[in-house]
């Protein structure tokens, strides 16, 4: 298993680090190696003891869990009992979940964009347009990630979702190809974008 741990707004000790490395030793019974697993222990207002826990199966699945109590152990404690839950619901599904051969990944790209509002100073503003203060909403790109979207099916992608906490998810569809976005709609039902080549 490959471990590691960071510690954010507090000292890093190795008891904590060996403790968390103890406990996620459990998930070995469902899978085999290798899993990557990345742990982050952070302090919040002095009392909050957090940790986030990332693990990556074998087959490229990811598992991801927060918890926050007031004592580092006992989120740790619970937080491995989230993803052990999850791990033993989906197991099955995972067992299932085959490398796909005939259709490899395809990188993409997720962009955050906000709308801020600037200063128009090289253009005067015409008779029709708005003059009432002077500025115009600018398209300002927040955050980037740079993902893969592995071949899959609808199940496995709302599986690879709801294992990530994730409100979408970007995946290629194992019959066709292309690149789709599963996604949780208001009422807890879930929607597929599909794109045509």
Known sequence: MQFSVTFRHMEATEALKNYAK???ERIKKYFPDPIAVHVVMSTERGYNHCVDVTLQLHNGLTVAGHETTENMYSSIDLVVAKIERQVRRYKDKLRAHKVRDAIGPVAW????VAETPTEETEVEPSESEDKSDGTSPHQVVVKTEQLTANPMSVDEAIMQMNLMHKQFFVFRHVDTGSVNVVYR?????????????
């Not at 790209?109 to 955050?112: K, L």
Request: proline share 0%; hydrophobic share 20%.
């Open 22 to 24: 103890e406990r996620m």
């Open 185 to 197: 709609r208001e009422d807890d039902s879930y929607g597929v974008i599909e794109t045509r080549s």
């Open 109 to 112: 790209s997720h962009s955050v």
